[in-house]
């Protein structure tokens, strides 16, 4: 069983459009979860943490279920920009801030 | 500021032949971090700087893989006598202890091609 399983999409949807990621973890123990933005060829980059409270960034909601060990990730009004891949990250527990990527899923947002 | 920068953008070299990759990191930041991401793949640690120390070098593929790094800054990460399968996007991270050490910011990644 990989650590991060993620559903690779590609999740096709229109603008305007709310979509919803899911991911799961293996390790119980793990203590920081992300989500990253990968466009195509180009770096990750922190699109935003997730905390077992539940946090919002504009059209972006992040939720943590520890019991379930699953992270979601829903984006509301969506815009053609928001084209990418949406990477799930888990801080290895009792590691040396090592981050355990998912594979990706894949967003494609048309007009 | 400046980011994360690395050296080469892409690589292009033959089976057999060893490459050395290089990362600049974000200055100040005393934590360093090797990825790689395979075509299609998510990304797959390699080793881990504390300052010059490598204390997490659990990823490293193979005893032809190497890093290190000097004066808290720079790294190179060498692979001997590459190998097809080493071809992939090889990605460096660092983070500061001033801010979250969960928040890795990633350079741009040197694309290998081994033929």
């Known amino acids: 069983r990989k650590e991060v399983e993620q559903d690779p999409g590609p999740f096709n949807v229109p603008e305007g459009a709310t979509v919803a990621f899911n991911c799961t973890y293996s390790?119980?123990?793990?203590?920081?979860f992300f989500w990253y933005r990968q466009d195509c060829r180009k770096e990750p980059k922190l699109l935003m943490s997730?905390?077992?409270s539940g946090n919002e960034d504009g059209r972006f909601t992040a939720q943590l279920n520890r019991a379930s060990q699953y992270i979601s990730l829903l984006i509301r009004d969506s815009k053609l920009s928001d084209s990418a891949t949406y990477l799930c990250?888990?801080?290895?527990?009792?590691?040396?801030?090592?981050?355990?990527f998912g594979a990706g899923t894949r967003l494609a947002v048309h007009p | 500021g400046a980011g994360v920068s690395q050296s080469p953008s892409n690589k292009v070299t033959e089976k057999g032949k060893d490459v050395e990759l290089r990362c600049d990191p974000i200055?100040?930041?005393?934590?360093l971090y090797w990825y790689r991401q395979s075509l299609g793949q998510g990304l797959e640690f390699l080793i881990y700087?504390?300052?010059?120390?490598?204390?997490?070098k659990s990823g490293l593929p193979s005893d032809r893989f190497s890093a290190e790094r000097t004066g808290g800054s720079v790294s190179t990460l060498t692979i001997q006598r590459t190998q097809q399968e080493d071809s992939a996007v090889y990605l460096c991270?660092?983070?500061?202890?001033?801010?979250?050490?969960?928040?890795?910011?990633f350079g741009p990644g040197t694309r290998l091609t081994v033929l």
């Open positions: 990250v888990v801080n290895e527990a009792g590691g040396y801030n090592k981050l355990i």
């Open positions: 200055s100040g930041h005393t934590a």
């Open positions: 997730v905390y077992s």
């Open positions: 390790n119980s123990a793990s203590q920081s």
């Open positions: 991270a660092s983070s500061s202890p001033q801010e979250s050490t969960d928040t890795q910011y």
């Open positions: 700087f504390q300052g010059n120390s490598a204390p997490d």
